[in-house]
């Protein structure tokens, strides 16, 4: 089910309800409620989460399955499913069954926009979607094209988080006796972080054991991996750009060769931020123009980058006569402007003898 799915309901727009301002405060609070959940590394009660799944089979009219096997990490789940064609989970059915009647009750377009939209934001495009894309990096072109599904499944946790979480506001607060049919599954999925359900077995992955994450969501560390599942597969990631272990770890060692040979545009901008003032000297930065307050310089960038330069003006500060380079935009042409640019003015508008 894509997020478009989610959201998009056959309900006479003439039938809709909206939340009132007391509701729509507590589906926000709801939202970040189950994001936090969601995104979780606290070890969970697996004999719960089993007790959990359980019923979401019952819910779907299944005989539980004879086997739940527990692995710890999302690359355990695609190597069990790839030597075989990935069948129709069970967790398919299970929304199947209520999925209509959820998407036509007269809120459910409302709760989509103020919870379900929330937590895709979080869940699925700052997490689900960084950890598939590394999956995918990371298995390659080894495998054949029926494992690309797996690959989902070992995620479908963070994917079905957004869904589910639309669903329990609805069961909870607008629906309590009309819509519990999806309960044990949402609990059980704020448990784990992917999962593939059969009908005589079900593979679970673990939560990770370290996830962290910027002011705004995204996969962000500055000293150590982003995210690492138990079995020690992670990656490192700059403001939700995966980058390699040397940007966070020794970025002092980061080398005018490290930046040339980056064929991502994405982590050279890193690279940049990393080495900091360095850098200008390191990629044979060039003096443009020279001013009372500062230098401008130049430094030629690859021939594929979409900017060719960058330039940099060297500011000395006030108090601390110490000097650091700020990057500007490629249009500034001299010293002055650059200064003024680096404090939120115009040439015109700045004076030093305001500057504090």
């Known amino acids: 089910m894509t997020s478009k799915q989610k959201g998009d309901t056959p309900l006479d727009p ?4 909206v939340l009132t301002p007391a509701q729509f405060a507590e589906a ?5 409620e189950r994001i936090q959940a969601q995104l979780s590394t606290e070890p969970v009660d697996e004999r719960q989460a089993e007790t959990w799944l359980r019923q979401a089979y019952q819910v779907a009219g299944l005989a539980a399955p004879q086997r739940i096997h527990w692995l710890d990490g999302p690359h355990q789940l695609v190597a069990a499913l790839a030597p075989r064609s990935v069948e129709t989970s069970v967790v398919d059915r299970i929304l199947s069954s209520v999925v209509d009647r959820v998407r036509s009750h007269v809120y459910y377009a409302d709760v989509w926009n103020r919870v379900g939209e929330r937590v895709e934001a979080s869940v699925g495009e700052h997490v689900q979607d960084s950890v598939r894309e590394n999956i995918e990096a990371s298995v390659g072109e080894r495998v ?14 963070y994917e079905n988080a957004s869904w589910l979480a639309s669903y329990q506001f609805l069961a909870g607060y607008l629906a309590p006796h009309a819509l519990p049919l999806l309960h044990a599954l949402a609990r059980f999925n704020e448990q784990v972080s992917g999962y593939w359900l059969g009908e005589e077995a079900a593979l679970v992955v673990r939560r990770p054991r370290l996830l962290c994450r910027d002011e705004v969501g995204r996969l962000h560390c500055a000293a150590g991996k982003a995210i690492e599942y138990r079995d020690g597969w992670g990656f490192y990631a700059w403001h939700g750009v995966r980058v390699p272990e040397q940007v966070i770890l020794a970025p002092e060692r980061l080398s005018r060769e490290d930046f040339v040979n980056e064929p991502n545009v994405e982590v050279r901008r890193v690279m940049q931020e990393r080495m900091g003032g360095r850098f200008v000297s390191e990629l044979g930065g060039v003096v443009l123009d020279t001013g009372l307050r500062g230098t401008l310089y130049e430094v030629r960038l690859p021939k594929d980058d979409p900017e060719q330069v960058a330039r940099y003006v060297q500011v000395q500060d006030a108090s601390s006569k110490r000097g650091y380079f700020v990057r500007v935009p490629p249009t500034i042409q001299t010293a002055a402007e650059a200064v003024a640019w680096s404090f939120q003015l115009t040439v015109e508008g700045y004076h030093p003898a305001q500057e504090t």
Do not use: K, N, P
């Open 144 to 157: 054949q094209y029926s494992v690309w599904e797996s690959i989902r499944f070992s995620v479908r946790a």
């Open 28 to 32: 926000e609070r709801f939202a970040d």
């Open 14 to 17: 003439a039938l809709r309800q």
